[in-house]
């Protein structure tokens, strides 16, 4: 999964929050669904770790963290990038766009992107 896949998905969380919140205000005490949407992102992108059976605990450690880092990395990468965006708009004060307006500009920012 390329980065702009996975801004995609991190998009498509956070406007999945944003409904869940707005459920939970309009029906307080009611169980709201989890989809499982972060699970998901989380077993398509972090790759399988296949560790020799002789490794040691810090052999191990380093492995994993050769093999999860860049994902990790990219996934918390597109979650700041929609962070900041989403601070500066509220930052400026600015009340003619929505939280919803901004992720659907950033979703159409990355839907352009050839992912090359």
């Known amino acids: 999964m390329d980065q702009r896949e996975i801004m995609q998905r991190v998009v498509g969380i956070l406007t999945e929050s944003l409904e869940m919140r707005r459920q939970v205000r309009e029906n307080p005490g009611k169980q709201i ?16 770790i296949h560790l020799p059976a002789n490794a040691g605990g810090q052999a191990a450690a380093a492995i994993v963290t050769e093999e999860l880092g860049p994902t990790i990395v990219s996934i918390a990468n597109c979650f700041s990038f929609a962070f900041v965006q989403l601070a500066e708009v509220h930052d400026e004060g600015r009340t003619d766009i929505s939280t919803t307006d901004v992720l659907r500009s950033i979703s ?5 992107e050839t992912g090359e």
């Open 33 to 48: 669904a989890l989809t499982g949407a972060i699970s998901a992102l989380l077993a398509e992108t972090l790759p399988h």
């Open 108 to 112: 159409l920012r990355f839907a352009g």
